[in-house]
């Protein structure tokens, strides 16, 4: 993403009202940065009083915890199967490849998030999470998303159709 990219999505989380944590990796995500210094100081005051951005944070720990209510992401398959499995609502910011169809998976077939695609802008991003944490649209994702995460974790338990699935390639990779 670019400076000013970076700086609509501080912009937009700020402006939500909402508590965050903003992961941004150190190096490569930004262009021309080595970090966040695009983000002007002024904003970062701001920014800090209601978040805090870090280089790295352990994702899945973070989707665990009981505070978190969305998720912000580009939508790769880890974090769409992260935040199924502990049943995170998201908005969906996709950039490449696969993130596009993972984006509409979640939005459009799902329904368990929003799909923000090509729209980095304050407004915009502060719309969607005011949507996601309250109203119906929100009520009917969070509901989705709880119907979603149990219809899963019955699937990997034994006798699920995943796991049985899964003993059916064993046994067929083991026939050779």
Same mark, same amino acid.
């Given at each position: 993403?670019?400076? $000013?990219?970076?700086? +609509?999505?501080?912009?937009?989380?700020?402006? &939500?009202?909402?508590?965050?944590?903003?992961?941004?990796?150190?190096?490569?995500?930004? *262009?021309?940065?080595? #970090?966040? +210094? %695009?983000? $002007?100081?002024?904003?970062? %005051?701001?920014?800090?009083? *209601?978040? *805090?951005?870090?280089? #790295?944070?352990p994702q899945q720990e973070v989707l665990k915890h009981q505070a978190i209510r969305g998720f912000?992401? @580009? /939508?790769? #398959?880890? /974090?769409?199967?992260? &935040?199924?499995?502990?049943?995170?609502?998201r908005i969906c910011l996709p950039c490449i490849w696969d993130q596009f169809v993972d984006a509409?998976?979640? &939005?459009?077939? #799902?329904?368990?998030?929003?799909?923000?695609?090509?729209?980095?802008?304050? =407004? +915009?991003?502060?719309?969607?999470?005011?949507?996601?944490? &309250?109203? =119906?649209?929100?009520?009917?994702?969070?509901?989705?998303?709880?119907?979603?995460?149990? *219809?899963?974790?019955?699937?990997?338990? +034994?006798?699920? !159709? %995943?796991?049985?699935?899964?003993?059916?390639?064993?046994? @067929?990779? !083991? /026939?050779?």
């Amino acid at each position: 993403m670019t400076g $000013p990219e970076l700086t +609509e999505i501080a912009c937009g989380l700020r402006n &939500s009202g909402q508590p965050f944590l903003l992961v941004v990796r150190a190096v490569g995500l930004v *262009k021309g940065t080595e #970090w966040i +210094e %695009a983000i $002007p100081e002024e904003l970062m %005051a701001k920014v800090n009083e *209601k978040g *805090k951005i870090v280089k #790295w944070a352990p994702q899945q720990e973070v989707l665990k915890h009981q505070a978190i209510r969305g998720f912000l992401t @580009h /939508s790769g #398959w880890n /974090s769409t199967v992260e &935040s199924v499995r502990e049943g995170v609502p998201r908005i969906c910011l996709p950039c490449i490849w696969d993130q596009f169809v993972d984006a509409r998976l979640v &939005s459009d077939v #799902w329904r368990v998030g929003l799909h923000l695609e090509h729209r980095i802008e304050r =407004n +915009e991003i502060e719309c969607l999470i005011r949507s996601l944490f &309250s109203g =119906n649209e929100g009520e009917a994702i969070r509901e989705s998303m709880r119907l979603l995460k149990e *219809k899963v974790g019955r699937s990997v338990k +034994e006798n699920g !159709s %995943a796991y049985r699935s899964l003993e059916s390639l064993i046994d @067929h990779i !083991s /026939s050779f």
